[in-house]
């Protein structure tokens, strides 16, 4: 950075119009960098407000504050931008809006970066700070990922998709050499500006640290230029722009970008404008398409293959004059795939709407058959909910949903439904929706049921049949709809006080233990207002015209006064719950144990914390109760209780009444360690079935861990409780011996949970396997792919252990093939619309030892799955594009999986499908590594080790009668 005083490093341009309120912020966002030698011009766009006022007192609190004020307003932002670019005293400017600021070292550190690395200018992110709510999005986060010099923008031409000009730091003399100059007398001249830009720019920088805040405001007093979509001008100046930038590629010989360019235009630009068509009327929607349609005409036709299928299909139906259907087909660009109301199958092919397309390119911009509507299960159908009619008087509240299932997924089926008000992580209600006799959707609805215009003539079925006359005996309508009513009553309705963000609505349907949920689709001139009385005062639910349909609730005066007694039944109901921390539990424990026998007849058992009845404390279970033991079996839960054995004892985790009966338990069984508060006494008995062998580094060994002392020292407490230790082969003994700090017996048995594995040809685990694939709806002849990848360390929760993009591979495996997701616990997955046909998501599936019999392969990376999959002697593939940092992370391995894997290990998605495809081959090139990896690993489990564990550790239990071992090959 220059040293002199005298010339500022950095010139900030900040434009205002009839912005004096929020002007002093912005400025003060610069004055207040971390580069102190800079200078501010405020650019005043002939403001008729107490705009000049502002700007002298700012000048006067601090001179590096200059003032250009226009004679007359220019109507945009390009002629106030030009005149503070030339006013600029520095070797580098940047530009700034009035209601928006600058991070504090957004100044200093694109100084920084732009003399370092010689760029003509340095981009970097952009924050989206909605000041009514406080959140703070990124805009387009994937386009500054890495810190990164980018040498022309034809080495990355996505990011054409940065057509802002203020998250910019510019070197002057570039733009000087260049002549680039903001275009005057148009609004959107962002785009041009930024494609001239990059058109000329032969080196430039880009940082992933945020270098400006763009501010939305809850309640703009003027609506900003790029927020005016409902104004037909911007509309046409947005095109202007468009056309504009068109010759701009002409004049700098950059024609060969016009096909990213109009991508760009197609999947941002146009995009604005397409998800708002819900909200528009049918006259504004065509006026619209009459200003837009021509332009469309002309981009090449490349970037329109590039773009979605939804936006295709919303620019054909407005081509076609179809606008109503042009709204309704624009509620998927919101988010989840949304289906059309009907489609008409012909041939092979399936097209939007009710009739076959006329023209070939009709043909082509409406196929929806890569959505597979017909082949969904019905876990991820496709289906489309809209709310057909709504009655609100006093406390209640009548909805009307109606159903459309264009793919006739639902035939056959009578689910239950239910309404579900709440965000991701909530439920504020769940409500039963009751199925009312469908109404066709050619003929008469009640209310305002038709969204978005009204309903269109009856449709032909899916795949060109006819639609059938009469009611379904399912109670749907013929053409597949059906209809819900749901009763919300406010007097009984629990909102949360601290719910007051719009929630979403969505309708559940569920057959079987599957269940659908997709959210609620609401029309355009949908208002109202209910209020009811509650227990905690009075409760008003609004809602308003939303894609998709949300409900605020807000409580208003005092809470009813509640008697006495009431308040203290409240109190003493969950006062257990207040006094259950691990002090208190702890403490009762230790004194239950000192007032009470120990119960010889009574075990403990939990796996998974808790969270599951599943692991190697269920199959001991199993045997125990196979010879009807006399031992009283408790089993921990953390909550969920659905997949428990009917007649199980249970007991809530961290309560009291947990805490007793591990007092008095003879025998604790545990998958992974019960709670540190409780010691064990001397005449219990505490078996560790541990949950999966050992490939990362972990207890002792992880360096986490170690960097703990205190946590350290508690693990090994922890693991000192410990009586015995149960090990499926010497290798776990040695290396989880080693990392737990475990020194006391250990019982050589294998593990029980994989008995059924190695007895999987048995009719018993073939009736699981085949129970399985019916759950997950796999259709007859189709191989399953098992997807169990575990989680990674720094990175829970986040979806990043889900390492294969299903949309690759559902263009390669065809129709030959299922996946089955598991994501770990510690992570997450959502199928994507509208790959249902490819892929489950398994990972709440209560048991995984079904999913392995149900499965032909398995595909993980570094998941302790390997090891209980290879007893089934079927294909492991491993999917591990990050091994090298995977390996060499913080945490480690402890050893070498490319050496010992009984499969290959596959670095990107065509490798996985080419040894799919050659799956027989693969299985023969990796035989032996695959019975060496089982000898090392396996070798103790011969389907016997429940028995081997109850005759074991449980002398009370009947004697098992000498089982037969299971010959090699068998298994």
Not at 46 to 58: H, I, K, Q
Not at 501 to 506: A, G, L, M, Y
Not at 588 to 617: C, I, Q
Not at 887 to 893: E, F, I, L, S
């Amino acid at each position: 950075m220059t040293q002199r005083s005298t010339v500022p490093d950095v010139s900030v341009v900040v434009i205002t119009y009839d912005d004096a309120p929020r002007l002093p912020r912005a400025v003060r966002s610069v004055l207040s960098q971390t580069l102190k030698n800079l200078e501010v011009i405020i650019v005043d766009d002939c403001s008729g407000d107490d705009t000049p006022a502002v700007v002298a007192a700012l000048a006067r609190e601090d001179p590096r504050v200059r003032c250009i004020r226009l004679p007359a307003n220019s109507g945009g932002c390009g002629a106030p931008r030009n005149a503070g670019m030339d006013a600029a005293a520095a070797p580098y400017v940047m530009f700034l809006d009035s209601d928006d600021e600058l991070p504090r070292h957004a100044c200093k550190s694109l100084l920084l970066e732009a003399e370092a690395t010689g760029a003509d200018f340095v981009m970097g992110t952009v924050e989206r700070v909605d000041e009514g709510t406080g959140n703070t999005t990124l805009w387009y986060p994937r386009l500054f990922a890495e810190r990164r010099v980018v040498h022309g923008v034809r080495a990355e031409p996505e990011l054409l998709f940065n057509c802002l000009a203020t998250n910019k730091l510019y070197r002057r003399a570039f733009l000087e050499a260049t002549g680039i100059r903001f275009p005057t007398g148009i609004h959107h001249e962002d785009i041009v500006w930024s494609t001239e830009l990059f058109c000329h720019s032969k080196l430039f920088a880009v940082v992933p640290w945020p270098v400006y805040r763009w501010l939305l405001a809850a309640a703009p007093a003027t609506t900003s230029i790029s927020s005016r979509r409902h104004e037909l001008e911007n509309v046409r100046q947005r095109i202007a722009a468009a056309e504009l930038t068109d010759r701009v590629l002409a004049a700098t010989g950059s024609l060969d970008l016009k096909e990213d360019k109009d991508f760009r235009f197609l999947s941002h630009d146009l995009r604005l404008y397409l998800g708002d068509l819900p909200r528009r009327d049918p006259g504004w929607i065509a006026a619209f398409a009459d200003i837009v349609v021509p332009y469309v005409d002309t981009l090449e036709p490349a970037a329109v293959r590039r773009s979605s299928r939804a936006e295709r299909v919303c620019v054909q139906l407005l081509r076609e004059g179809r606008h109503e259907e042009a709204a309704v087909a624009a509620v998927e660009l919101g988010g989840r795939w949304v289906p059309p109301r009907a489609v008409t199958g012909h041939g092979a092919r399936v097209f939007w709407g009710e009739t076959v397309p006329a023209t070939e390119r009709g043909r082509e911009e409406l196929d929806v058959t890569e959505s597979h509507l017909g082949e969904q299960p019905l876990a991820s159908a496709l289906l489309r909910h809209e709310l057909a009619d709504l009655e609100a008087s006093g406390d209640r509240i009548r909805l009307r949903l109606r159903t459309y299932d264009p793919g006739r997924v639902l035939d056959g089926r009578a689910p239950t439904a239910r309404l579900r008000i709440g965000g991701r992580k909530r439920t504020i209600a769940a409500l039963p929706a009751e199925p009312v006799p469908a109404v066709p959707r050619g003929g008469p609805a009640s209310g305002p049921a038709a969204p978005y215009g009204g309903p269109a003539s009856e449709p032909a079925a899916p795949h060109g049949e006819p639609a059938p006359a009469g009611s379904a005996p399912d109670g749907s309508a013929p053409d597949g709809t059906r209809e819900w009513e749901v009763t919300l009553d406010l007097s009984a309705l629990d909102w949360p006080e601290d719910a007051v963000k719009p929630q979403s609505v969505e309708l559940s349907l569920a057959e079987g233990g599957r269940s659908c949920s997709r959210p609620v689709l609401a029309f355009p001139d949908l208002s109202f207002t209910s209020t009811g009385t509650l227990s905690a005062g009075r409760l008003v639910l609004e809602a308003s015209a939303d894609v998709p349909f949300r409900l605020t609730a807000r409580r208003i005066g005092p809470a009813p006064r509640r008697g006495r007694l009431a308040r203290a039944a409240e109190l003493w109901r969950d006062l257990p719950l207040r006094l259950a921390t691990p002090r208190n539990l702890g403490r009762f424990y230790r004194l239950a144990a000192a007032l009470t026998p120990v119960d010889r007849r009574l075990a403990v058992f939990e796996s998974a914390e808790g969270g599951a009845y599943t692991g190697n404390p269920r199959y001991v279970y199993e045997e125990l109760r196979r010879r009807d033991a006399p031992i009283r079996v408790v089993w921990s839960h953390t909550g969920d209780t659905a997949h428990f054995p009917r007649d199980a004892v249970l007991v809530r985790r961290n309560t009291f009444r947990h805490a007793w009966f591990l007092a008095r338990a003879r025998y604790w069984v545990d998958s992974h360690n019960l709670p540190y508060c409780y010691r064990k006494r001397r005449a219990t008995r505490y078996l560790q079935t541990w949950h999966g062998q050992v490939f990362k580094k972990m207890g002792l060994n992880d360096p986490r861990l170690r960097a703990q002392p205190a946590m350290a020292r508690r693990y090994a407490e922890a693991v000192a409780r410990w009586d015995v230790l149960l090990t499926p082969g010497p290798d776990f003994r040695r290396d989880f011996g080693d990392a737990s700090g475990f020194t006391g017996e250990a019982l050589h048995a294998g593990y029980p949970r994989t008995d059924v594995l190695v007895r999987h040809d048995e009719p018993e685990q073939r009736e699981r396997a085949r129970r399985t694939r019916e759950f997950f709806e796999v259709p007859e002849g189709r191989r399953v792919i098992l997807y169990a990848p575990t989680y990674r360390d720094e990175r829970r929760f986040s979806g990043e252990s889900i390492r294969l993009d299903p949309q690759v591979l559902a263009a390669e495996l065809g129709r030959d093939w299922v996946i089955l997701v598991r994501a770990h616990p510690f992570d997450r997955f959502t199928v994507p619309d509208p790959l249902g046909h490819l892929v489950r998501d398994a990972s709440s599936y209560p048991e995984v030892n079904d999913l392995m019999l149900a499965s032909d392969v398995l595909v993980t990376d570094y998941s302790s799955i390997m090891f209980d999959y290879a007893c089934l002697g079927r294909p492991i593939l491993y999917y591990a594009d990050d091994y090298e940092h995977y390996a060499t992370d913080r945490r480690g391995v402890c050893f070498d999986l490319e050496r010992l894997a009984p499969g290959p290990l596959l670095r990107n998605p065509g490798e996985l499908v080419a040894a799919l495809n050659r799956l027989d081959t693969v299985t023969e090139r990796y035989g032996e590594r695959y019975a060496d990896f089982r000898a090392r690993w396996c070798a103790l489990d011969d389907g016997r080790a429940a028995r081997a564990v109850v005759d074991a550790f449980f002398p009370e239990a009947p004697r098992s009668p000498e089982v037969p071992r299971l010959p090699e090959a068998a298994r």
